[in-house]
């Protein structure tokens, strides 16, 4: 099975650049990978609700949406205020799935 780290920074600030990425993650989970997307820096404010359109079929398809916890602490986001499916996480485990074997990672 492939496995993505798909990591979007920009956020729906960007535009809809952002929306198309988690469109293209959205493709990933449905042909079965193990897919996560990591939100960063700005990209944090794509885990409010009806930020990206096509993030709750992202979610709906299996894809895994996690929130970097130091940029959303930087952005004075709750946690609350996020879609329930988001789940917060720290450097040392975007770091650890970066290192898995086979692991496809893509920036945007």
């Given at each position: ?9 920009g956020g729906p600030l960007a535009g809809v650049s952002g ?90």
């Amino acid at each position: 099975m492939d496995a993505y780290l798909l990591i979007e920074s920009g956020g729906p600030l960007a535009g809809v650049s952002g929306d198309r990425f988690v469109g293209d993650a959205h493709r990933l989970a449905r042909q079965g990978g193990d897919i996560a997307l990591l939100l960063t820096q700005d990209g944090v404010l794509g885990a409010l609700p009806d930020a990206f359109p096509r993030l709750g079929g992202y979610l709906r398809g299996g894809g895994a949406l996690w929130v970097d916890a130091f940029s959303l602490r930087q952005r004075g986001v709750a946690e609350a205020d996020m879609v329930p499916e988001a789940r917060l996480v720290d450097m040392d485990e975007v770091a650890e799935r970066l290192l898995r074997p086979g692991l496809r990672a893509v920036w945007h």
